[in-house]
């Protein structure tokens, strides 16, 4: 079955170029052109996959994301500006997946589609892989549920991800290139940006004092690891 892939874009001739290179791809795409639509058609039907742009006529992208995080993992790929960089990190703290720039290539969308869904499969394979644990931290790869001194933590897709690969092999140091290639499907060194905010939404979510981390440690010059505290 193709999947199903939900745009929001209020250009409408970016819109059908991107529909239609989509639908050329063998997915089952979609369009709307406002926030409020996009929730309302991913809370009425099942999508894989949403592009949403950031900047919208109603809800901004970041408010969609926010509101979307709030009910559902559905996977967001964000589109934005190449020279808004601030908006591209609060974007990935808001909860999207990964993020493209405009103006971009349809091989490039087409590519960091192929590389969600695939993350997507992947996850939904090692669903049965049990618990690993480091410490006071436990994950449960299968109820997709994260737990730090027996307080339940809510992560998004990619952060559960990130977690679930340093969790393991606790006290092993994955390089920014590891982890591009593991999660991302990238070498680009521009991506290092984007791990790099999801681990440090990780830990506002698992560290006492995020300032000074102690369970989701970085090895300067190297890459970060998760302690065995």
């Avoid at 991913?42 to 109603?58: G, K, S, T, V, W």
């Avoid at 695939?118 to 690993?132: K, M, P, V």
């Avoid at 830990?203 to 970085?218: G, I, S």
């Amino acid at each position: 079955m193709s999947a199903r892939i939900l745009l929001v874009e209020d250009e409408e001739a970016i819109a059908d170029a991107v529909v239609y290179t989509l639908n050329s791809e063998g997915f089952d795409a979609d369009w709307v052109d406002t926030g409020e639509a996009a929730l309302d058609r991913a809370r009425a039907e099942a999508y894989d996959l949403m592009i949403l742009d950031l900047m919208l006529p109603d809800l901004s992208g970041l408010e969609v994301c926010r509101r979307l995080r709030a009910e559902s993992v559905l996977p967001v790929l964000m589109l934005t500006a190449r020279t808004a960089e601030v908006d591209r990190v609060v974007g990935l703290e808001a909860g999207a997946d990964d993020y493209v720039l405009k103006p971009f290539s349809m091989p490039e969308l087409i590519a960091r589609v192929r590389a969600i869904l695939r993350r997507r499969d992947l996850d939904r394979s090692e669903a049965t892989t049990g618990i690993r644990r480091a410490g006071g931290l436990e994950l449960d790869v299968g109820r997709h549920a994260v737990s730090v001194d027996g307080r339940n933590v809510q992560l998004t897709n990619s952060e559960f991800r990130l977690l679930s690969l340093l969790a393991e092999r606790p006290g092993h140091v994955f390089s920014r290139r590891e982890l591009m290639q593991r999660l991302w499907d990238s070498t680009y060194v521009g991506d290092a940006r984007a791990a790099d905010v999801h681990v440090a939404n990780l830990r506002r979510k698992l560290e006492l004092d995020p300032q000074n981390p102690v369970r989701l440690v970085t090895v300067r010059g190297v890459g970060y690891t998760l302690a065995e505290v």
